[in-house]
Nanobody, 117 residues
Framework: QRQLVESGGGWVQPGESLRLSCTAS????????IGWFRQAPGKEREGVSC????????GYADSVQGRFTISRDNAKNTIYLQMNSLKPEDTAVYYC??????????WGQGTQVTVSS
């Protein structure tokens, strides 16, 4: 079964860091661009970051630019999102997805990130 699984979320205080992981099972991520998204309570899902197939091309939302870093380890079939200097407004459920056929697909269950003092 083709599936994406997000992990690494948790509760942290403002200014702290977390690293999220997105691991694929049943297929390889090597040939896909990958995106991280988040959805806060009462808000629509928004794009956070994306990485191209080679890993050389990345993109970030303005709200996380300079604080978050996306990377991929194709040998481990895993995409990472390093999140530094976390803010309360980063609180959300974080999801990863693959770019396929011109749309984002393969949504997992997500991982909860809570930033609060």
């Amino acid at each position: 079964q083709r599936q994406l699984v997000e992990s690494g979320g948790g509760w942290v205080q403002p200014g702290e860091s977390l690293r999220l992981s997105c691991t694929a099972s049943g297929f390889t991520l090597t040939y896909y661009a990958i995106g991280w998204f988040r959805q806060a309570p009462g808000k629509e899902r928004e794009g956070v970051s994306c990485v191209g197939v080679s890993g050389d091309t990345t993109g970030y939302a303005d709200s996380v630019q300079g604080r978050f870093t996306i990377s991929r380890d194709n040998a481990k079939n895993t995409i990472y999102l390093q999140m530094n200097s976390l803010k309360p407004e980063d609180t959300a459920v974080y999801y990863c997805a693959v770019r396929s056929g011109g749309s984002w697909a393969g949504w997992g269950q997500g991982t909860q990130v809570t930033v609060s003092s």
